[in-house]
């Protein structure tokens, strides 16, 4: 297992090549990168933060959480911090298993946990202004929040 939160530029190649062997018939990669646009704002450039002692963490569990559900050979996670122009790689998730089915899966349910549970936050700067984005989960909460808010007591 390998985790790594950087400021510097990722090379999915590099860490691809962290858990590949001869033991395992299947790597899957998945690359998190910066698009031009969120639905109608052309984005400039995204940046990063994190808290990193929690963030470490929560990046070794969802490993080890992966490697409890699937017969994976390994996985390795590198997410980058900073800022980071259009085109560049954000998250890399390499997953290797002796079968293709359990490292598909082990990577989709890595990048969904990284996005639910990693203090990793990204703010977007586009055309006309700039926000942070939230997960899902921050989300619901807010708008379970607001709703609450409205509504009154019950």
Sequence with gaps: MTIEITEKPLDPDAVTALITDDKNGAVVTFLGTTRSYTGERRTLFLE??????MAD?????????????????DAAVAHR???????????????????????????????DRIKQTVPIWK????????VWIESP??????????????????
Excluded: N
């Design 57 to 73: 963490m929560e990046l070794a569990r969802v490993v080890r959480e992966m490697k409890e559900r699937w017969p994976i050979g």
């Design 137 to 154: 989960e921050d989300l619901a909460r807010r708008e379970a929040a607001e709703f609450a808010t409205r509504s009154g007591p019950a």
């Design 123 to 130: 703010k977007e700067h586009f055309e006309g202004g700039e």
């Design 48 to 53: 990063y933060e994190a808290y990193r002692p």
């Design 81 to 111: 911090l900073g800022r980071l122009e259009v085109g560049e790689t954000s998250l890399v998730v390499a997953v290797s298993s002796p079968h293709r089915r359990e490292a598909f899966e082990a990577c989709q349910y890595a990048v």
